[in-house]
């Protein structure tokens, strides 16, 4: 049975960062300007990864890692 990852890529990226703060360091390193972005309530992790061309599953596998520690 596959494992379902704790970070749904539909999740908004401001209710990901807002419940695992640890995360806020991935975006970082990615560059990703979502922290404190207006548009954070609204575009979801999918939609980040792709305004950014960051591959969706690598960046999820890094959020997990970042949120086990």
């Known amino acids: 049975m596959a494992r379902k990852p704790a970070v749904d890529?539909?999740?908004?990226?401001?209710?990901?960062?807002?419940?695992w703060p640890m995360t806020i360091r991935v975006m970082i390193r990615h560059?990703?300007?979502?922290?404190?972005c207006?548009?954070?309530t609204l575009h979801t992790v999918a939609?980040?990864?792709r305004e950014h061309e960051i591959s969706e599953e690598d960046?999820?596998?890094?959020?997990e890692a970042a949120m086990a520690g």
């Not at 890529?9 to 419940?19: G, W």
């Open 9 to 19: 890529p539909d999740m908004s990226v401001d209710e990901m960062m807002r419940r």
């Open 47 to 49: 939609d980040a990864c």
């Open 59 to 63: 960046f999820v596998l890094e959020l």
């Open 31 to 36: 560059r990703m300007l979502c922290v404190g």
């Open 38 to 40: 207006p548009f954070g």
